[in-house]
């Protein structure tokens, strides 16, 4: 088992930056890679970016790329993801999430990964 606690989030204005950071604990010997999905009212849970973990590759939705950045500290083990530039479309909860298994792993596919956090609410006002 992987357990994961996001931290960060709250209210920025439009054009502003804000950080996220998720710490994961348990089994993370066995995490593959991960990522961050949001969720907007009304919408589907969609991608924003992921990172695998020994690798250190990484991946971004085109509607994030260039304003977001992920990244992760590998020796205590948490992943962060810096968000610049930020939106009104923004707005949403967004969940950190780890992949346990490398043989099933798709970056932008929810039901790739088998961990999901609590979620934290990022509101950005226009």
């Known amino acids: 088992q992987v357990q994961l606690v996001e931290s960060g989030g709250g209210l920025v204005q439009a054009g502003g930056s804000l950080g996220l950071s998720c710490a994961a604990s348990?089994?993370?010997?066995?995490?593959?890679?991960m990522g961050w999905f949001r969720q907007a009212p009304g919408k589907e849970r969609e991608f924003v970016a992921a990172i695998t973990w020994s690798e250190g590759r990484t991946y971004y939705a085109d509607s994030v790329k260039g304003r977001f950045t992920i990244t992760r500290l590998n020796a205590v083990n948490t992943v962060n993801l810096q968000m610049y530039s930020l939106e009104s479309e923004d707005t949403a909860v967004y969940y950190c999430t780890a992949d346990v298994d490398p043989g099933r792993f798709y970056y932008a596919r929810p039901g790739s990964y088998g961990y999901w956090g609590q979620g934290t609410q990022v509101t950005v006002s226009s």
């Open positions: 348990g089994r993370t010997s066995s995490i593959y890679a």
